[in-house]
């Protein structure tokens, strides 16, 4: 086991936007921060969105561009560790000396070799499904996580390729002009002594194949709205332009539905996301604006748009661009065999009629919950969390960052629903606690 150890650090469990912030306001303050990240690459959900707020010409969160600096600069700090492909296996100690066990897993490619070239990628025989490309569905068994993943540096899928599968293959490394590829790596136990922690574990996505009569996965023009961001990003897989996955035509109707698997106990899910409202009415803006002349509806059970400049863009979105609202629940959604369009079956519930609805495309909002990872920490560190999964605080207006385990702070969506700006602000004011708490530590121990 490799230990990592130095006075005044902080381990900070993931690495989205909130921990980003929470472990620049740290580092440049001197602290050594130590970013711990499942995922390949840092940066959260946010990278896998669509910046486009700009061209909506109304105030609101955007998403990559003030936030990919940060990730940069982030990567590069002489003060932050970053550990990608991670996960905690184990927490104990209290304040001031905490102890971590992370398990690194191997990416099979060296992160100071790689330069990004893609020549390995190109190189590679072997395709599999790719979850993010839902046009062409396929990536290469060795693949960079996104097309704005940073690090900018791919991994393989070991169970795909033929090299593990049967030694016949080692096509990406003889493509490599730096040898990056390591087919001997292998996962890592690392330990780490914090003097804190903070949760910063985001989100996760409530699956809508789940809720069978809209038909997520069975009708394949039937897609979420984080598929809809992908698809109007330049980066995504169709380049900026909308398209149904059935025939690859640009639809002339779409239909939002929000809330989906939120608010409801049927899902066990009786809390509203917060900021599912204004992304779904950004983005029906943004269909209006690539495509004016699509038809383009939006079913809601209520609005909920707090925020500045929230008001001025749904009233800009429901007056001016013309995007239709239709305050009901549908209740089934049916694909018509031939033309591959899609019936929607509602009632609207301000003229108390049942109705229908023929669209060519449908895009569902899914509920934002905690991440599943919340109960394993809380278990490690013997944490308390609400009826929903999120982190309690033991007194939500003198210490809204607090945890109920002195030295260990939360930040971001693991608190709570809350959108881009306050999950960057609340990580400020926890880096703040940890500083607070790190310098009176050491004025103890001076004055002893």
Known sequence: MIHLEKAGSVTIIGGGVAGIQAALEMANLGILVYLVEEKPSIGGRIIELNCSSCR??????????????KIVECYHHPNIKILTNAEIMGISGSAGNFQLNVLKRPRF?????????GACTEKCPVEIFDAFNMVK??????????????????????EDCLHFR????????EACPSAAINFNDEEMMIGIKSEAIILATGLSLFDPSRIKEYGYKRYKNVITILDLEQMTSIHGPTRGKIVRISDKKEPK????????GSRSRRTNNNFCSGICCMYTAKD?????ILKPETEVY?????????????????????????????????????????TRDLIISFENTLTQRAEKLRVEMVVLSPALLPHPNNRRLAEFLGLELDEHGFFK????????????????????????????????????????????????????????
């Not at 996580?145 to 900018?152: E, G, K, N």
């Not at 030694?167 to 490394?173: A, F, M």
């Not at 029906?284 to 209006?288: E, F, G, R, S």
């Not at 629940?329 to 049916?334: A, D, E, L, V």
Request: glycine share 10%.
């Open 56 to 69: 909506l010409e109304v105030p609101m969160d955007c998403s990559i561009c003030p936030v990919i600096p």
């Open 109 to 117: 490619v060296n992160e100071d070799k790689c330069t990004g070239c």
């Open 137 to 158: 569905g396929r990536k290469k068994a060795i693949h960079f996580p996104l097309p704005q993943a940073f690090p900018q540096v791919p991994i393989i899928d070991r």
């Open 166 to 173: 049967s030694g016949t293959c080692e096509k990406c490394s």
């Open 253 to 260: 109707s779409i239909a939002f539905i929000q809330c989906v």
């Open 284 to 288: 029906a803006a943004l269909v209006k």
């Open 298 to 338: 939006v079913f809601y059970i209520d609005l909920r748009v707090f925020g500045k400049g929230y008001q001025e863009l749904f009233n800009k979105v429901r007056n001016s661009l013309g995007v239709n609202y239709i305050r009901g629940r549908p209740g089934g959604i049916w694909e018509d065999p031939e």
């Open 393 to 448: 605080s033991p007194n939500p207006v003198s210490q809204p960052f607090d945890t109920t385990l002195k030295g260990v702070f939360t930040c971001g969506y693991c608190r709570g629903p809350r959108g881009i700006s306050e999950s960057a602000t609340q990580a400020s004011a926890a880096a703040g606690r940890v500083t607070e708490a790190i310098t009176l530590a050491k004025m103890g121990r001076s004055k002893a």
